[in-house]
């Protein structure tokens, strides 16, 4: 799996972390690092995490890894994206730490699943890991500390991004399994 590939996985994958931060950030009134903290700490464990598992499956299906890192990243994508265009509910997150940690775990979830699919496609667990640390660090910071600017329209739009670079990679994945494109 390519460099660029990885980033954008991992970049798609933490529009929901960056979403989190904007909505943490409106309520932890300029209190960054615990966000920071919080959300790049959940997202790398449950990545290696995923990455372990995956890595644990037989060798005897890796026919099917491919085909199932595809599915499972377009259904990510595809899910990303419905849950951007639902209305969203009040409040989004309180400002106590109990809170923001319980957020930071809900949205790295679907990272110990992108954690398995980079195992599926061999990828360095290394690579993998300081990449989702750096762009997690990176977005918690810039979304905590712009939340009460961003408002409601710009975390849809980060969420409708994210889904969709989830879903153009699933599909990309789709498609050299096929044969249809080798890059």
């Known amino acids: 799996m390519h460099i660029l590939e ?3 996985l991992v970049l798609g994958l933490a529009m929901d972390g960056f979403t989190a931060s904007v909505c943490m950030g409106m309520a932890a009134g300029g209190r960054i690092w615990p966000i920071v ?11 290696l995490a995923g990455y372990a ?5 037989p060798e005897s299906l890796t026919a099917i890894y491919p085909w199932a ?11 990303m994206i419905r849950l951007a265009r639902a209305p969203e509910e009040e409040p989004c997150a309180g400002s106590g730490l109990g809170s923001m ?16 699919a980079f195992a599926l496609l061999e990828a360095s667990p290394w690579v ?8 997690m660090v990176t977005l918690s910071v810039v979304g905590s500390v712009c939340g009460s600017r961003i408002g409601r329209a710009r975390r849809r739009a980060a969420r ?18 096929l044969g249809l494109i080798s890059f």
């Open 6 to 8: 990885q980033f954008l």
């Open 37 to 47: 903290g919080l959300e790049s700490g959940c997202h790398v464990t449950m990545l």
């Open 53 to 57: 598992l995956g890595a644990s499956l």
């Open 69 to 79: 890192a595809a599915l499972i990243l377009t259904a990510m994508g595809a899910n």
């Open 101 to 116: 940690a319980a957020l930071a775990l809900a949205t790295s979830v679907d990272a110990m699943t992108v954690g398995a």
């Open 128 to 135: 993998a890991g300081g990449l989702m640390g750096a762009v």
């Open 160 to 177: 409708t991004a994210g889904g969709a670079i989830l879903c153009l990679l699933g599909v990309k994945i789709f498609l050299g399994a």
